[in-house]
């Protein structure tokens, strides 16, 4: 089956530890997507990579790395640098073409204590 | 820049039709989406429309005027499993940046 897998569904951390979420896509897709989402908000974009070894920020970058070494795989890394980081995580993937769908993940939520 | 506005949330009868609106604000124009989300769950794509008019699949239904920066979404035959978060979306300048969401309407169907 073809499809994004995000793991874990649920993470907890104290505050000031880094943590990495996993994000992999086995459907041949160029671009990758991370976006969080908070309560009754829609999908806000933190980094996306248009192809391996490439990404660019989005919206709100501060406080979150990514990396793309492999197309199929793009973690990210929430830092102690994000200041609230307990959040819905969403990754995501879409084909080349002008209307394909972004393809979303179950997504993971994190929780600091 | 992109900016969406859509209605927070919208209450609507079992077996009714129901109209979610979108307006946008885009610097360059490739197509508005619709997406919904259960609660809990992953945005599922609904519809895309890159041209004006309508488009049909099932029950949904979605248009789009590009002259009015504006389109909509209509579910009609209203299940309650339909009750869930609808996005609109839109793309920048290219079939590969990222998409761009509303806030999201929460759909409550009661019976």
């Known amino acids: 089956d073809g499809g994004i897998t995000q793991s874990p569904k649920y993470l907890f951390r104290k505050e000031g530890q880094n943590v990495t979420l996993s994000c992999e896509q086995n459907?041949?897709?160029?671009?990758m997507y991370w976006y969080r989402q908070d309560p009754g908000q829609g999908l806000r974009l933190i980094y996306y990579s248009q192809i391996v070894n490439d990404f660019q920020k989005g919206d709100i970058a501060e406080g979150y790395s990514v990396s793309r070494e492999k197309k199929e795989s793009f973690p990210l890394t929430v830092t102690s640098a994000q200041k609230n980081p307990t959040a819905f995580y969403l990754c995501?993937?879409?084909?080349?073409?002008?209307?394909?769908?972004?393809?979303f993940g179950p997504g993971t939520r994190l929780t600091v204590l | 820049g992109q900016s969406l506005e859509q209605p927070s949330e919208v209450t609507a009868v079992e077996g009714a039709i129901v109209q979610i609106n979108c307006t946008y604000q885009t610097s360059g124009f490739y197509g508005l989406s619709w997406y919904q989300q259960h609660d809990g769950g992953a945005p599922t794509f609904l519809s895309y429309n890159g041209l004006d008019g309508l488009e049909e699949t099932g029950r949904f239904s979605s248009f789009l005027s590009r002259s009015d920066s504006y389109g909509y979404l209509l579910l009609q035959e209203l299940q309650m499993k339909d009750s869930a978060s609808y996005f609109c979306a839109v793309r920048g300048n290219s079939g590969n940046t990222p998409l761009v969401f509303g806030k999201g309407t929460r759909l409550s169907v009661i019976a």
């Open positions: 995501a993937s879409s084909g080349p073409r002008l209307g394909n769908e972004q393809f």
């Open positions: 459907l041949n897709h160029d671009a």
